[in-house]
């Protein structure tokens, strides 16, 4: 790309009229009263935004199949297919087009349609205002989870860790989204289903806790240490996941995150799979390396909380609805999470 038209691009991505100005200190971390939106119904308008990268004309059908599959009408504009760079349009569209689906009456749920890159960029510009007096059903994972972070610390709404709407849509998943979302329990036992390469529940460190759950991708949680969008991890079951990241880049974050002291006070730790975060077979970085689960034992097990790996959460096809913000119990020794408040209303 030439200089000029890389100029030109960047300054469309930014939209510079959004810009925040610099902040060079650290930030109180507030407790907001918690917010449940309403559940979900059959028939019920899901709106699909893409608050970070961009999809494809057959990713937005998808994305609309599945919707269908469960019931749901769907909702869109047409900047749901914009495209710049890696993002699906600059910051200030991103944010209008999320802003507007809080904002309409006549959409029930928000799902993000895929996550990729751009979601903590808008956070500076959402209306948290607006959101807290239109509580709804938002889902997304994976870089979704800066979404779901701010979302939570700014206002207190729950938000669901779960898929987008080009996940894949197997019973496993959809089952638990219902159990979530449609048809709330007061108590629900999350029961990881097999993913087809010999992963199961590990435990890390054995024990028992109770605590508000919150988590999502391991790097965009450690991108968000020090903002204004962190939280405060202390008495919570703190969830992660992650892929495609080498094992020594999973140690570096999660050395981040005890060096911080993100670990410090927290009740429990569930793991997803971590999908493809082994040492490269090809180009590797290093000649020799640990594996990830040396890693995760090195990091985690001597911490004084329950620590479980390999819950049905991630990238992976099946998964878990987590709900960003209600309690939840851990039992390292059953490999199990249970949810013990219902998330919607």
């Not at 994305?63 to 504009?77: A, D, E, P, R």
């Not at 870089?143 to 610390?153: E, F, K, R």
């Not at 429990?268 to 799979?273: E, M, Q, S, T």
């Amino acid at each position: 790309m030439k200089r000029k038209n890389f100029i030109k691009t960047l300054s469309l991505v930014s939209a510079s009229p959004l810009i925040a100005s610099e902040r060079i200190f650290s930030y109180p971390i507030k407790q907001h009263q918690k917010i449940k939106p309403p559940r979900l119904k059959e028939g019920d308008s899901i709106a699909l935004v893409t608050p970070g990268s961009y999809i494809s004309e057959k990713e937005l059908e998808d994305c609309i199949k599945n919707l269908h599959s469960l019931g749901f009408n769907t909702v869109y504009n047409k900047s749901v297919l914009n495209k710049i760079g890696y993002f699906s349009g600059n910051d200030k569209q991103r944010t209008e087009e999320l802003m507007e689906m809080f904002s309409r009456k006549d959409v029930d749920g928000i799902m993000c349609a895929r996550g990729g890159y751009g979601c903590s960029r808008i956070l500076p510009f959402l209306d948290y205002e607006i959101i807290k007096n239109n509580p709804k059903v938002l889902i997304g994972y994976s870089d979704v989870t800066a979404l779901l972070y701010g979302i939570y610390s700014k206002t207190g709404l729950i938000c669901f860790h779960g898929p987008v709407g080009i996940s894949i849509f197997n019973e496993f998943s959809t089952n638990y989204l219902k159990d979530v979302l449609i048809s709330p329990h007061k108590r629900l036992v999350l029961i990881s289903g097999p993913e087809g390469n010999g992963s199961e529940p590990v435990t890390i460190r054995s024990g028992k806790a109770e605590g508000e759950l919150i988590g999502g991708n391991l790097s965009v949680i450690v991108s968000l240490i020090g903002t204004e969008y962190d939280i405060d991890t202390e008495n919570k079951i703190i969830f992660l996941e992650e892929t495609t990241e080498e094992p020594y880049r999973i140690d570096r974050m999660l050395t981040q995150m005890l060096m911080s002291g993100k670990f410090k006070g927290a009740a429990g730790i569930a793991l997803g799979v971590f999908d493809d975060c082994e040492p490269k077979k090809e180009d590797p970085s290093f000649e020799n390396s640990f594996s990830l689960m040396e890693v995760l034992f090195d990091r985690l097990s001597g911490l004084s909380i329950p620590v479980i790996y390999g819950l049905s959460f991630g990238h992976i096809k099946n998964k878990f609805t987590l709900p960003f913000g209600i309690n939840a119990e851990l039992n390292a020794d059953e490999k199990k999470l249970t949810l013990i408040e219902k998330a919607v209303v």
